[in-house]
């Protein structure tokens, strides 16, 4: 009998029967409250009616359309909303399938848009699991290791982790740009370097915020350097943060935007934006593919932009996450770092919100975190782990979530933390 691969490891047991706006409905009778979103997809909850619709009343139109051979009117119509909401002057669209092949797309254009080989990570990142994307993630080594030699030029700098450090954020922002600075002095010249790439919150990497100072440093550099910044909203972007693009907590402005997940509610599109004049830089025949821009995942996009709009969800996103960031905060203070483990720091923007479990002396309790978030799911609540170590529960709720519904779902969390260190 034919079976899935042995390397796929589900996160949970549950088999879905069917599932709406932020519950999922399970084969076995239960109903949970999913606070994974298909690892932050779903942004308008499971089968919003209004994606629903357009996607079954595109798919009686037309399918697929590739559409460097025939263009279709949903992609026309999700570039010009994209237009509203994205930053001044990145006027120009490239589509793809995932977010890997989107930061692939967003490499390959910034080398050679410069000429120049190498490109600069920071400590932490995740960025895909294709072979550039995963030249450039370091969020841990599953991802990379087995399979060399990886792609070459790529350079990796710290990431100002405040808590891993002991320092405050400043401090660590401070170390972190002194020592990208003296990367760019030992390893890659300014001049051989094309672009810089980060997420404005590390996804697998620990649900880390990045700081704004260090945004800001990075553009700074990236100017004086010619360098190209490229900020991977992948995870973070579409409302997800309480912005509508999470380096919005920021004055920057990249050159290359990476955007996926939750643009489409759970249809498979991604996209990279800049200008006009930057994107024209890439050489004849270097972007397209069968499936980009897909025209029933198009359709679903342009619903979802309507709904997000409609319902005010970046703003449900900022209050909603800043109660379920305040209900983490108390579960802390009740549950904090023992010898064994405890809830060392809570972390997040918006709807992204990080739980890093820990010992009284700041070792990852990777146990812990694992069995919380195991026995989050027999409390009715579906959460995942992330983070180099594994000690990260992130919770990532659908941006429709309701007040009641994070009141659950801190409740049910909680359960799980108390049974777990009982």
């Not at 909303?81 to 006027?91: I, S, T, Y």
């Not at 004049?277 to 932009?305: D, E, R």
């Amino acid at each position: 009998m034919t079976s899935l691969s042995p390397l796929l490891k589900q996160a949970t047991p549950v088999v879905v029967d069917h599932a709406h706006g932020s519950w999922i409905h399970g084969t076995d009778g239960r109903d949970y409250l999913d606070f994974t979103t298909g690892i932050g997809v779903t942004s308008t909850g499971h089968c919003h009616p209004k994606v629903v619709e357009a996607a079954r009343d595109q798919v009686g139109k037309v399918i697929h359309a590739q559409y460097t051979t025939v263009m279709h009117r949903p992609l026309l119509e999700l570039t010009e909303k994209l237009g509203e909401v994205l930053p001044a002057g990145l006027d120009s669209v490239f589509y793809a399938n995932s977010g890997s092949e989107a930061v692939e797309a967003a490499i390959r254009l910034a080398r050679m848009a410069t000429g120049r080989p190498n490109i600069i990570v920071f400590q932490g990142g995740f960025h895909g699991r294709t072979a550039a994307a995963s030249s450039l993630t370091t969020a841990g080594t599953k991802f990379s290791a087995g399979w060399s030699p990886l792609m070459s030029g790529v350079h990796m700098a710290p990431f100002p982790y405040a808590y891993r450090y002991g320092w405050s954020v400043e401090q660590a922002v401070d170390f972190a740009l002194t020592e990208l600075d003296y990367l760019l002095a030992t390893r890659t010249a300014p001049d051989d370097t094309a672009a810089m790439l980060i997420e404005p919150a590390l996804g697998d990497g620990g649900y880390l915020p990045t700081p704004p100072a260090f945004l800001e440093g990075l553009r700074e550099r990236a100017d004086a350097h010619g360098i190209v910044l490229i900020v991977d909203e992948v995870q973070a972007g579409v409302g997800r943060t309480g912005r509508f693009w999470g380096h919005q907590w920021s004055s920057i402005t990249p050159d290359i935007l990476i955007t996926a997940k939750g643009i489409a509610s759970g249809f498979p599109i991604s996209a990279i934006a800049a200008s006009e004049s930057l994107m024209g830089k890439g050489w004849p025949g270097s972007q397209g593919g069968t499936y980009g821009g897909n025209a029933v995942a198009a359709a679903a996009g342009v619903a979802t932009l309507g709904v997000i709009e409609e319902e005010n969800l970046v703003q449900n996103a900022l209050i909603r996450g800043e109660q379920l960031q305040a209900g983490l905060q108390q579960l802390q203070e009740k549950f904090g770092p023992t010898e064994r483990g405890g809830i060392g720091d809570v972390r997040g923007l918006g709807l992204m919100q990080g739980i890093e479990f820990s010992t009284s002396d700041g070792a990852p309790a990777t146990e812990i975190a694992t069995a919380v978030q195991q026995a989050t799911t027999g409390h009715g609540l579906l959460s995942l782990t992330c983070g180099p170590r594994g000690n990260v529960v992130r919770l990532i709720p659908a941006l429709v979530v309701s007040a009641e519904e994070i009141d659950l779902g801190l409740e049910r969390f909680g359960a799980a933390v108390a049974q777990v260190l009982a």
